[in-house]
């Protein structure tokens, strides 16, 4: 069955969480849950990532991490969607096109934990998705600073809304970009992995 592109109208504004989901765990739930509130989006989605080009380590089966986010994300308001695997893109810029063109009118809002603001500069044509998509930054425990500190933070500082602005960023101008304190959940997957409470079948 397939989970990609469910109907939206033009005029929504949507968030998007890509990840590995490898697994899906309860920070995802939590910084999903306050962007919709603290961004004030209409739908959200969880793109499950075939891979992540910059992580050595191979993924679990797609289908199985679909199935376990499905599981752990129960939302009215939130799709789980393997929209990149149909795309064939890993690349977030490169499916940011796609889905612009797919959705005239949607505005779209690319979501994050703080540590990929950390990294953000390594990402293909990161400037290119600052330009062109908000962006909502979540706190993450143990990465706010590195975060604040990152090159894509200063370069972009002077298109940083104010976290008591948040409601502005999905209709604002691009560039912009607004970092979140929510209240912060330690949870990983890598943690989970290294419990081994979640392996590929
Ligand atoms: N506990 C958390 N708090 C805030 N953001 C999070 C949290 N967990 C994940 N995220 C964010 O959710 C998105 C998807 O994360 P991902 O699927 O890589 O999970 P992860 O726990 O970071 O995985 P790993 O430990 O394998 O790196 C990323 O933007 C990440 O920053
Ligand atoms: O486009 C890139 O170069 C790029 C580099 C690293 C990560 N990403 C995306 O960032 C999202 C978070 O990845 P992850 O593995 O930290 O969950 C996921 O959608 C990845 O495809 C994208």
Redesign the pocket.
Known sequence: MRHGFPFLRAGMTVGL??????P??Q??V??SRAALTQFGLDRGWWLVSPG?PLKAHQPAPLEQRMQAARRVMQHPRIHISDAEAQLGTRYTAQTLRHLRRRYPGVRFVW??????LAQFHRWKDWRQILDTVPVGV????GDRISARLSPAARIYAPYRLKEAESQLLAQARTPAWCFINVP????????I?ARGAWSAS
């Open positions: 969480l890509g990840g590995s989901f490898d899906a765990h920070g995802h939590q910084i992540n979501l994050m934990g703080a540590d990929n979540l706190a993450r425990p912060m959940v330690a949870a990983s997957s890598s943690a992995r």
